[in-house]
Structure formats: structure tokens, C-alpha cells
């Protein structure tokens, strides 16, 4: 006898409405909401201290302050892999020596001493080649429209 092909897991919740961040962790400490999607930078005290608990984070690898905390793909949300970025954008127009100018004043700001302050402040560097960045920013945008028309994300 064949079995029935499990049906997809799907995480349902209401959406609630907190304008900042350190609202969204007060209102999980007191138990007001249930779950919540925060960054590293917020969580990793609270996870240490044992105050929340950790179950998955939404990057495609385990972050480096939280290596016991497996990735949302892996605690079994296949293909699961959201990042929290910026990048620095100038208008198409800019002239070439300010967009070098750029490039070269961020690659200096973004040096190891940098990068080794982001992650003790729990925040992994995601650094993308400026020649590889808008094929990146087009498999993110590619990635989000699919996820929302997939969860059927409306806009009120």
C-alpha cells in the first residue's frame, strides 16, 4: 500500500504590528506574542541567557554567535534561506570616479578590524563583489516576488 505524500508544513501566525524592534522582544519576553523573527544583533543575549529559545535562523549557513542554533533549513523547512542585508546604491547616473571613490572608501571601512566588530556585535558581514551585485540583488528580488506570490502576500 502506498502512502499519502505528506502535506507542506506551513507556519501560521498573525501579523502584529510593532513598529521597532526592542517593542517585538519586550513583547516576547512578557509572553504577549508567541514567536518572533529578530536579528542576531538582539537575540543572541536573550538566546545565551536562556530567556528565548533559538530554533532556527533564517540564513542558508548556522550563524557564527549562535553555531548550536541550526538554520531554518536544516531544524526541517527545506530550502529555507532569508538574510538581512543593505548594500550601498548610488543613482545609475553617478559619474564613474564618485562610484569608484565609493567602492573604495566601503571596501577600506569594511576591512577585517570591521568586520571582526560585527561579529562580536553578533552580526555576520555579508560582503557581495561590486561586479557580482546586481545579478545577486536580481536572485533576491527573483526569490522574495516567488515567496510572496507563494504564500499569497497581498497589499492592503
Sequence with gaps: MRRAAA????????????????PAVAALLAAEVDFLFDTTATS??????????????ST????????????????GIAGYAVSVW????????????VVARLR?????AMDAATQAKL??????????????????LEREQSAWLRM?????VTVD
Design 119 to 136: 561579529r562580536a556585535a553578533y552580526v555576520d558581514p555579508l560582503l557581495v563583489p561590486p561586479a557580482e551585485l546586481e545579478a545577486w
Design 7 to 22: 502535506a507542506p508544513r506551513r507556519l501560521r501566525g498573525d501579523a502584529r504590528s510593532l513598529s521597532r524592534l526592542l
Design 44 to 57: 543572541t543575549q536573550q538566546i545565551r541567557a536562556g530567556t528565548f529559545r533559538g530554533l532556527g535562523v
Design 86 to 97: 543593505n548594500t550601498l546604491l548610488v543613482h545609475r547616473r553617478a559619474p564613474e570616479p
Design 148 to 152: 510572496s506570490r507563494d504564500a499569497g
Design 104 to 108: 573604495q572608501a566601503f571596501a577600506e
Design 60 to 75: 542558508a549557513t548556522r550563524a557564527s554567535a549562535l553555531p548550536e542554533v541550526p538554520t531554518i533549513a536544516e531544524a
